[in-house]
């Protein structure tokens, strides 16, 4: 499809374990963020890419976090020693213009559950 | 205290209904802002942004004070399609970081 398509759609793991989540943003898009959502929340910010390089990533809440985007295109959240706290949903979106004209297109997202 | 602060609702009201949503932001060096929905489980999808002046786009009418740092949404004719989360939104840029803020959204439920 045309759309942001984020992969997988469900993950559970336990405590501990590495997990990854993959973004393949629209084609064409510079721009790529990450978001996580939290049931009654409004989407957090984590970190946004322009092209490889990650222009901000003020919102990755520790260490653990780490995001990247090799080619420009496709990009992987990578969380390490995942905790019960990191559960949410976590929201791709992309832009082709950074944010000047406000509309991000989000992917479904990935569900993950830390047990 | 969050940077987005919405109403906290739900709200449920009748169809046809008339309804409005309030938002407030803390960072004055706010550039642009927005209203994004939200459907159960679905991802947020923009409604629409929020100029000064305020604008309309059919059944919706946004309105900003910068002043007053304050931004609104009101529906009009309330349709049940209108259910959902509304999602305020709060964009700034300073050098090569751009953030879209989200509030926690004000649940809508229109009921028959």
């Known amino acids: 499809g045309a759309g942001v398509s984020q992969t997988p759609s469900n993950k559970v793991t336990e405590k501990g374990k590495y997990v990854e989540l993959r973004c393949d943003p629209i084609?064409?898009?510079?721009?790529l963020y990450w978001y996580r959502q939290s049931l009654g929340q409004g989407p957090e910010f984590l970190i946004y890419?322009?092209?490889?390089?990650?222009?901000?990533d003020s919102g990755l809440p520790n260490d653990r976090f780490f995001a990247v985007r090799p080619e420009g295109s496709v990009s992987t959240l990578k969380i390490q020693r995942t905790e019960r706290g990191d559960s949410a949903v976590y929201l791709c979106?992309?832009?082709?213009?950074?944010?000047?004209?406000?509309?991000?297109?989000f992917g479904e997202g990935s569900r993950l559950t830390v047990l | 205290r969050k940077e987005v602060e919405q109403d906290p609702g739900p709200f449920n009201v009748p169809e046809g209904a008339t309804v409005a949503f309030n938002c407030t932001y803390s960072?004055?060096?706010?550039?642009?802002f927005f209203w994004y929905r939200q459907d159960c489980r679905k991802e947020p999808k923009l409604l629409m942004s929020?100029?000064?002046s305020g604008n309309e786009d059919g059944r919706f009418t946004a309105q900003l004070n910068r002043a007053s740092q304050y931004i609104s949404l009101l529906i009009r004719d309330s349709k049940l399609s209108d259910s959902a989360t509304y999602l305020c939104?709060?964009?700034?840029?300073?050098?090569?970081?751009?953030?879209?803020?989200f509030g926690s959204g004000t649940q809508l439920t229109v009921l028959p």
């Open positions: 939104v709060v964009n700034w840029v300073s050098g090569s970081a751009r953030q879209l803020t």
């Open positions: 979106a992309s832009s082709s213009d950074g944010m000047n004209t406000g509309e991000l297109f």
């Open positions: 890419f322009q092209g490889t390089g990650a222009a901000d």
């Open positions: 960072n004055s060096a706010s550039q642009s």
């Open positions: 084609s064409g898009h510079t721009a």
């Open positions: 929020v100029y000064s």
